[in-house]
């Protein structure tokens, strides 16, 4: 185990690296530092190489007494069960302590008592810059965008259903659908299911524009057959697919999200069907697990830490409610191929 050096060892021992005061020094080590970024990166860089590690209580001195970090409250919708919600968090929360904020986390589901609750706490809590991260209904959406006017929605393209000024951010969700089915058809595809989440969902959405657009593009006829709706959930998501192969519905690829494919590769392994030679199947999101399926799932990459940071620089900027509905897209998908879409026509007996 390394040795933890007393402060004020390390301390002079920087001091003399670095050549700045003691004072100084002190200062960088303080997580409310003015220390320039990069000098205090070096300092903290070399205190962690010295086992430098700081005190975890101290005595609370008068000048500290009533000094409070301004904050942003994040709003978390829980109603589906997504990974990828922790990496964006990570990035809106990193994003914040750069700049000295400090990030509540509120979360929301279904439960009409517990949406209410929330209401009533943000209500009378003091006017706080919001973000609103996820899906829900759009009456609920609604009346938090009248608690928090100024709040900006985040990975999320909008409601029309709406009818009242917002702002929002997010990925290009109908791009990222595009390229993946278009990739699929270069593939080789001839019948490409798109296995969606329930029609009120903005991802819903915008996939299936997404969908719609690369088989126009391609000149391609499409099959209401072909378009399956669920519910995000992995138990929808097993009893849509097989419904849609009990049917005789025929199809050679499974474009979805992340989530949902890790579903589809073992419902269709048990069913028999190899992967990609019978059926290919793409996700969407990106998420680090899809490298080490079988075989490893193709996907579209969506950055959420670029799209944290966009969400930090919006709220700290515009803290007055918007005037009018405007969205701002985030960070361009990028596809990553892999071997789940290594589909040959020629191969499939």
């Known amino acids: 185990m390394r040795e933890v050096k007393p402060v004020t060892s390390v301390v002079t021992t920087i001091a003399d690296r670095c050549g700045l005061t003691k004072m100084r020094v002190r200062e960088a080590l303080q997580s409310d530092s003015f220390t320039p970024l990069k ?8 205190a962690q190489d ?6 975890g209580r101290k005595k609370v001195s008068s000048k500290d007494e009533g000094r409070v970090r301004p904050k942003v409250e994040v709003v978390l919708t829980l109603q589906l069960n997504t990974a990828f919600y922790s990496k964006l968090l990570m990035a809106i929360e990193s994003g914040l302590a750069e700049h000295k904020y400090d990030c509540v986390i509120r979360t929301v589901s279904g439960e009409f008592e517990e949406f209410v609750m929330l209401c ?33 929605l985040v990975d999320h393209t ?4 709406l009818a009242l000024p917002y702002s929002s951010l997010s990925f290009d969700n109908v791009e990222a659908s595009r390229m993946m089915v278009q990739h699929l058809l270069e593939r080789g595809c001839q019948r ?7 029609a009120d969902h903005y991802f819903s959405r915008d996939v299936e524009q997404g969908y719609r657009k690369a088989m126009a593009q391609a000149s391609r006829l499409i099959e209401p057959t072909l378009i399956v709706e669920t519910d995000f959930s992995a138990v929808s998501t097993v009893e849509k697919l097989y419904q849609t192969l009990d049917a005789g519905v025929s199809f050679d690829a499974v474009f979805t999200s992340d989530e949902m494919a890790l579903v589809v590769l073992h419902t269709l392994h048990k069913k028999g069907l190899r992967v990609p030679d019978d059926v290919a199947v793409a996700g969407c999101d990106g998420l680090p697990f899809g490298r080490y399926t079988l075989p ?4 579209v990459v969506l950055d959420y830490q670029q799209l944290g940071r966009m969400a930090v620089e919006h709220i700290l900027k515009f803290k007055s409610p918007p005037k009018e509905v405007t969205h701002r897209a985030g960070p361009l998908p990028r596809l990553e191929e892999r071997d789940s879409t290594n589909f040959n026509p020629k191969r499939k007996k």
């Open 50 to 55: 010295l086992g430098y590690f700081p005190q």
């Open 158 to 161: 909008g409601d029309p259903k």
């Open 39 to 46: 000098k205090r990166r070096q300092v903290l860089k070399m």
């Open 120 to 152: 009533d706490i943000l209500r009378v809590s003091p006017e706080t810059p919001t973000l609103l991260v996820g899906y829900l209904p759009h009456q609920q959406l609604r009346t938090l965008l009248e608690a928090r006017p100024h709040a900006l």
């Open 192 to 198: 490409i299911l798109l296995l969606k989440g329930f």
């Open 296 to 299: 490893s799932l193709s996907t």
